[in-house]
């Protein structure tokens, strides 16, 4: 923890809810996926980051080679995803943690569906303050959104809010994974 706050530069500190901070890399790979698997659904995970209140996003896992695409849903290869997820942790030094997930909503928009607040909120329950970046568009133009998920307790559901993604250079000896992906 010592580490990553050393290296996290002075701006990228707010004091209230989630921020989340998406590389620019990060955002390329994802519009990247997005375009490739058009008119289909891809997604995976996003790994980086986790201070208190910031999710500093400077890697990916995309859908594995035996997800399943269709033009409004997608099943992640898990088992592919979660030796990705493994593989990130061991050559970052353990830098790098499951943050959230991400998915393409083809020729749909940058909200989140019913379900994907639903997956949302499941994720909140063993992950703190999970985030969601969703790639909406078609064609050249594709728009993120991004929210983050608190957990619920006891009688309080589930919150779970849009975030502003803030974009970044992450500086070349950050961590990243599976940026050349797609
Ligand atoms: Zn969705």
Known sequence: MEQRQDRAPSYLRVQQGVTIWLSHAVQGAIVRLARAYFPLEVGGLLLGWRDDRERIVTGLVGPGPGALHGRSAFVPDHAWQVAQLHQAFSASGGDLD???DWHSHPAG???????DRTTLARIARRVPDPIMVIAA?????????????????????AVIEERSLRPFSAP????????DQG
């Open 109 to 115: 928009v940058a909200q989140l569906s019913p379900v």
């Open 172 to 179: 070349s000896e950050w961590s990243s994974f599976g940026l």
């Open 98 to 100: 499951y943050l959230g």
């Open 137 to 157: 568009g078609s064609g050249h133009d594709w728009t993120l959104g991004s929210w983050s998920g608190k957990r619920a307790v006891l009688w309080r559901p």
